[in-house]
């Protein structure tokens, strides 16, 4: 059996407004095997954003486990250990915003070095070279500011930075989410082969499903805090179980006539994500499920394995 | 989309920022007249002793048989109660007034500016509730009332008058790089740096501060205007510079009891407090645009 | 669809100075929109679709061209580029348009309420008393399906959700029964099933009041769905347009095949590597075709002229000299 590189149990992040508290993660587990990428995908309020900072340490648990390497992560980032920094990094959503327009692309690349102990400015200006060559940027690069590159290489960029530290595994937070579709394409293609040459696990945060087909081994699909659904890709998109998964999946504009084949039929959607302060009672879906049944308003259904690989969260399952 | 028909390499950006910006700031002549204005004071201001055509009037002088001449081609802004000539002592008193200007923002803007990167960083914990709440202790006396009560109590001089100022004018540098420091530290720039590991140190210093920076030296400099503006306040009621320093407001406040027949010797000092203020607004004014974020 | 022309642009340019740059955003947009008709206009970003649509409400003001408008008010076409005297105060009416961040668009300070009513106020002035366009701003509420009209009056638009002001956004320009309604990225900024919903309000509404509509918007999956004609644009030209269905199943532009080959699909088949190079700079663009820099078919003429449109068929037209 492959080791898990990461395990996460029963997460939860709660956070305190004056409103009420919002229960953005409720009860989240899932694992990911070493060089896998497992897809993590929702809609606005779903909680994905604030998993993945909670792994990264942006966020500290409420409650719950979070396991890197067997290790417990539920840290604030301050207090992790120098080698759990290195080796878990994460690409943040908008690339524009997350270069400090005030820098130079090699400071910005050189940081994470220099945090890390090496000190020596010539060795390090090496291995800013060869990290923009790795996201196939030409060493001209390293001078330039950051306002001065476009979506594309900006995004190259923030992924050369997040490798600096030879990570084993990467967050990428919606990273081409705010990119051209051409370009998109050849972000994803490079963070592939990335994958692939450095032996790198991924945990890819997103909302666009028809890019997890291509890119992600497994698929998890979160609403309103839980976890609806996880399965392989191909089994998950050839066989959605979840309403949500179902409501999703069909809701997603295509552009071929062999994709809307594949689609499953249109599903009416029906209302608005409710308000994370007030969830609905039992399965936070029934508001808005096509398949409700007399039990779905009272009782929050549990995870059960449909096949191997495959579980869902719905009554429908639960025998 | 970027303005990629600019120079790549930083060092050839920073020469076409520097001509952008010297181009948009000349587009609005209210700017330039700002700029050549402050120019203006800061020359007379320091050669102040070779410009000026009585040095010797600046100190304490007098000439009882050139009292309260009107202006003419020998004493261009017409001479004061004791003989002095006016112009001089104008001249010499933008000294006094930069001098003081100076002092207040360096004793002002660096702690002003610290507590506002830690209440804005630490935003939420005691450490900003502390500071914040002590900045607005200060802010809610009353300006004039605070400096009065300082010089009264320490007596009246042109040090105590700083000291008044500065008590009354770091709060805003505080709220502003707090306002500033809120914000930006929920960029992703700042996660990522933390999430790489960088110490707060770090954070602070080399990422957050240097986009702060613009926003305080154009609030700098419109702040040269107001603190001349309270100095000459402070002057014209007697808690300020003491005779025979030449001081903007004590000169008003001096030839104020004969308006309107020595117009002279409270007119002249006026727009010279005018000039000065006038031109350190504008200039702020035209710094404010030019540090302005701009889409293309 | 009737086959009366609504609006028709003509050679469309639009330059912007920059500092000493002038960036030619827009260079020789044609296109043509009939009564009742849903029309795309997609590009990726930067590619002068946003500005194009501007042109048409007069929020840009184009260097050279023509945009014909057939203005029912006048009862005659205007020039919307070169408007005479009052006629554009007349005809802005029958032209609206919604943008792309709901919240954004509405005004944070006021009540949906008082910004509808102002709004529907100065569109229709004959328009009897306050009462009435009450009563005019409720139906247009229930048309969009917001549950509970009189509460969303008393709202503020960060009181409700995306798709909520989005809605809004929707009932307000369809309020006063425009001729054309430009919709300028509506629900990139939504959740995919709001975005459904949207778009199947959308559809229903301009279909039942005749309204003809042009989507510009970046994603070729949601015109396919929701429009009869596509113009597909790259760099400030139209490379390739025609029936949605036929031009991405038959792709003939390079650009059009490049692009449908870098979208992800749900049948699987992994990733194109994206179409080489970039964007061009605006204030030095490519001499004849665009968009040739980038193309593996690249010919001799492609780069000293700009190809003209061969017509395919009726529905598919193609400005490309490999044809």
């Not at chain 3, 301009?206 to 429009?227: C, D, F, P, Q, W």
Request: hydrophobic letters at 45%.
């Amino acid at each position: 059996m492959t080791d898990k590189i990461l395990r996460v149990d029963a997460l939860k992040k709660h956070f305190k407004t004056k409103h009420g508290t919002v229960r953005a993660v409720d009860g989240v587990d899932f694992d990911i095997d070493s060089g896998e990428t497992l897809g993590l995908v929702g809609e606005s309020g779903s909680g994905k954003t604030t998993v993945g900072y909670t792994i990264i340490g942006l966020h500290v648990p409420t409650a719950g486990i979070v396991l890197f390497k067997g290790e417990s992560i539920a840290l604030p980032v301050a207090k992790r250990s120098k080698s759990i920094k290195r080796e878990l990094q994460i690409v943040f959503q908008n690339p524009g915003s997350s270069l400090n327009p005030r820098r130079r692309i090699e400071e910005i690349i050189e940081l994470p070095l220099r945090v890390h102990g090496r000190n020596d400015h010539r060795n390090n200006k090496q291995r800013v070279v060869e990290l923009l060559r790795k996201v196939e940027l030409s060493s001209d690069y390293a001078s330039k500011a950051p306002t001065t590159l476009s979506g594309g290489e900006q995004a190259r960029v923030t992924i050369a930075r997040a490798l600096a530290t030879d990570p084993k595994f990467i967050i990428l937070d919606e990273p081409t989410a705010a990119l051209d579709v051409s370009i998109q394409a050849k972000i994803i293609t490079m963070l592939i082969e990335l994958q692939q040459e450095l032996s790198l696990s991924y945990l890819f945060v997103s909302h666009d499903l028809s890019l997890m087909r291509n890119v992600a081994d497994r698929v998890a699909i979160m609403y309103l805090g839980k976890i609806c659904e996880v399965a392989r890709t191909a089994e998950f998109f050839q066989n959605p179980l979840h309403p949500y998964s179902q409501m999703l999946l069909s809701s997603i504009p295509v552009v071929s006539d062999e994709d809307e084949k594949l689609r499953p039929k249109k599903i009416r959607v029906v209302g608005e994500i409710p308000s994370p302060v007030d969830l609905p009672s039992g399965c936070s879906f029934h508001p808005r499920c096509p398949k409700k049944m007399s039990i779905c308003p009272q009782v929050d259904p549990t995870m059960v394995a449909v096949e191997a690989e495959h579980v869902v969260r719905c009554h429908l399952f639960e025998d | 989309m970027t303005a990629r028909y600019l120079p790549q390499t930083l060092r050839g950006f920073q020469t076409e920022r520097f001509k952008e910006g010297y181009s948009k700031f000349t587009r609005n002549p209210f700017s330039v007249i700002g700029l050549s204005l402050v120019l203006l004071v800061i020359f007379l201001a320091i050669f102040a002793p070779f410009v000026t055509p009585y040095p010797e009037h600046a100190g304490s002088y007098v000439n009882f048989k050139e009292i309260n001449k009107p202006p003419s081609w020998k004493h261009l802004f017409g001479t004061d109660l004791v003989g002095r000539d006016v112009f001089s002592r104008v001249i010499f008193a933008y000294r006094y007034s930069l001098l003081l200007a100076i002092t207040v923002l360096s004793l002002v803007v660096p702690p002003g500016v610290l507590l506002g990167l830690l209440a804005g960083y630490y935003h939420g914990t005691w450490i900003d509730y502390t500071i914040m709440r002590i900045t607005d202790i200060f802010l809610a006396v009353p300006p004039l009332i605070l400096a009065l009560a300082v010089t009264s109590v320490l007596g009246p001089s042109m040090l105590n008058a700083m000291m008044a100022v500065c008590l009354m004018w770091w709060p805003w540098y505080v709220r502003l790089v707090y306002g500033l420091v809120s914000s930006l530290r929920n960029e992703y720039y700042v996660h990522a740096t933390a999430v790489i590991g960088a110490s707060n140190f770090h954070i602070l210093w080399r990422e957050i501060l240097p986009n702060c920076v613009s926003s305080i030296f154009t609030k700098m400099s419109l702040d040269v205007g107001w603190v001349i503006m309270l100095a000459a306040a402070l002057s014209f009621v007697g808690l300020g510079a003491q005779a025979p320093t030449p001081d903007l407001g004590t000169m008003i406040s001096d030839g104020a009891t004969f308006l309107p027949d020595l117009w002279w010797m409270s007119m002249f000092p006026s727009i010279g407090v005018l000039i000065i203020v006038l031109g350190f607004n504008l200039l702020g004014d035209g710094l404010r645009d030019l540090f302005a974020l701009e889409e293309i | 669809m009737g086959r009366e022309v609504v609006l028709r642009i003509e050679d469309l340019h639009v330059v912007f100075n920059v500092l000493k740059a002038k960036l030619k955003v827009v260079d020789g947009v044609s296109l043509t929109a009939h009564s009742g008709e849903r029309l795309g206009l997609v590009g990726e970003s930067s590619c002068g679709k946003t500005t194009c649509g501007r042109c048409i409400v007069r929020l840009v003001q184009p260097t050279s061209g023509q945009i014909l408008f057939a203005s029912k008010r006048l009862g005659e076409n205007i020039d919307v580029a070169n408007p005479e005297g009052r006629k554009w105060y007349e005809a802005k009416r029958e032209i609206q348009m919604i943008f792309q961040n709901p919240g954004a668009s509405l005004n944070p300070v006021f009540t949906i309420g008082t910004q509808f009513m102002t709004a529907l106020r100065y569109a229709r002035p004959e328009a009897i008393n306050d009462r009435g366009i009450r009563r005019r701003v409720v139906e247009a509420l229930k048309e969009v399906q917001l549950p509970d009209p009189e509460r969303i009056l008393k709202s503020y638009p960060f009181q409700l959700s995306g798709g909520m002001n989005q809605r809004v956004s929707i009932a307000m320009a369809l309020a006063v029964e425009p001729e054309l309604l430009i919709a300028d990225e509506p629900t990139t900024a939504l959740d995919v099933t709001v975005q459904n919903q949207i778009l199947e309000l959308l559809y229903a509404l301009v279909k039942r009041k005749r309204t003809s509509v042009l989507y510009i918007t970046h994603n070729l999956g949601v015109i396919r769905e929701i429009a009869d004609t596509v113009y597909v644009m790259y760099a400030g030209t139209i490379v390739e347009h025609g029936n949605p269905r036929e031009i991405f199943s038959n792709p003939l532009h390079p650009y059009t095949q490049g692009l449908m080959e870098a979208i992800p699909k749900l049948a699987a088949g992994g990733f194109s590597k994206g179409i080489p190079g970039s964007i061009p700079n605006y204030s030095e663009p490519p001499s004849g075709c665009r968009f040739h820099p980038r193309c593996s078919k690249q010919m001799q003429i492609c780069v000293e002229e700009r190809p003209s449109f061969v017509e395919v068929s009726e529905d598919h037209k193609v400005a490309c000299f490999l044809l």
